[in-house]
């Protein structure tokens, strides 16, 4: 089955190395910037690099913002990368606008004081805390690339599926639900290890995407 992949373009995604990241797996996507242009599409990807605020307000003129929450109530397949992830909460400390509220919780600043420098950039191992089409079970530990001075605390924390270490603390690095989920790393920039996390996703896809609880 041909997969109909919608990326996400408001002005504040890392396009390139997704489409590139997708095009090395064999599927190509349609760049989103209208409602219109939502029919006939399977998958959505929200990717986002920057602040919160500026990112709701681009997503905003796009008029795309009601179809997208309509399309997670619907639990239609989306994943968010990076920015992308916080978007998909109530809210954030980064700024005052609502973000799209399809998931509970909200997004808070990084500690200060752990041993760590903020923004957090570079490789870490995830940690498994549940099942999502993009981890393997049988892997315990994969190392991932994050840029991000901010976290989502999920309210539910089934919804939390990975975490990654910052100093003392564990932060959210992936969530899931339903159909629902985002990295808060960059699978498309994290070698071997992000691309066979999207190549899960893309065969989650194909086979039906069964929703994950």
Partial sequence: MSL??????????????????????????RLIKSADQLDGIDALILPGV?????????LRATGL?????????????????????????????????????????RVKRLPEGRGERIPHMGWAPLKHRGNCPLLDADTTSQWVYFV?????????????????????QEVTAMVWRGRLGACQFH????????????RRWLAWLQRGAEPIQ
Avoid at 4 to 28: A, K, P, Q
Avoid at 50 to 58: K, S, T
Avoid at 154 to 162: C, G, I, K, T
């Fill in 187 to 198: 699978p498309e920039k994290s070698s071997d290890a992000g691309e066979q996390m999207l």
């Fill in 65 to 105: 913002v009601p179809h997208l929450m309509s399309w997670g109530e619907d639990n239609r397949p989306l994943l968010g990368i990076c920015l992308g992830l916080q978007l998909l909460f109530e809210h954030s400390d980064e700024g005052r606008d609502p973000g799209l509220g399809l998931l509970s919780g």
């Fill in 4 to 29: 109909n992949l919608g990326l996400i373009d408001y002005g504040m995604g890392n396009l390139h190395s997704v489409e590139t990241c997708l095009l090395r797996l064999g599927e190509r996507c």
């Fill in 148 to 168: 991000h001075s901010y976290a989502a605390v999920p309210s539910d924390r089934n919804d939390l599926r990975a975490t990654a270490a910052f100093g003392d």
């Fill in 50 to 58: 920057g602040a919160f605020d500026p990112a709701m307000a681009n």
